[in-house]
């Protein structure tokens, strides 16, 4: 079977909508929270989802939007955000969001926005925190998003936890070894990679891919201003920061 992993597609629909493309045909969608929240389509991704088979965790963002987290724990440009993705959502966008759960475990894979001991706040960035993350888990295939950067940890048969950035194109075997996997973001990449951020789990040849594809910032820059969005918000799109 073939997995599609994404994360953080923050209502930036032009990019969801060119990883979609990219991927080819997957056996299912695996996404890792934050579909809204920045971007100006939060209900027309939530609808390109629904057409998809998917399974999904709830971010942060999400949570916001539907008044499950406190817009407050935000700066001032994603509290901005959050509170213009809660008025635009309509009512199937909220029921759907309302729906998604912050954990998922299936057959040794957890899915979850930030991590298992924090499901929608924690940024796993560093070895100790992935270190963490193990230890509060019991399955071998660990993937997270929220960070918004592509990253890999593994920790070996002793526990000691090693991590590297993957690049475009990488891929992983999957062996004995655990692994904490963060695809990257879909709609709001960080790592100074503008282009949008995806992996892929082939769960019969026992690989995990990363990949980065182009998209057409400059329109979802535009649509961006329409939702009144700032310079700044908009503009790192282009930066990929
Ligand atoms: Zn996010």
Redesign the pocket.
Known sequence: MRFGVI??I?SNLIALDAVLDSMGSVDQYWCL??VV??GPEPNECIERLLELDHVAVV???DAAAIGAASPRLFNGEARRAVEWTARVLTKESAEYLRSLPEQMEHDQVLLV?GSPRDPIWEYVTSRGQAADAFAASEVQYLFV??T?IPLVFVQDSQGKVLSGAPEDDLTLRLGSERLLINPG?VG?PRDGDPRAAYAIVDSDRMLVEFHRVEYDVEEAQRRMKTMGASEWLTSRLAYGR
Do not use: F, I, L
Request: net charge negative; aromatic share 6%.
């Open positions: 994360s953080d923050h929270g934050d929240g920045y971010g942060n963002h926005h998003g929220h918004h973001s709001q």
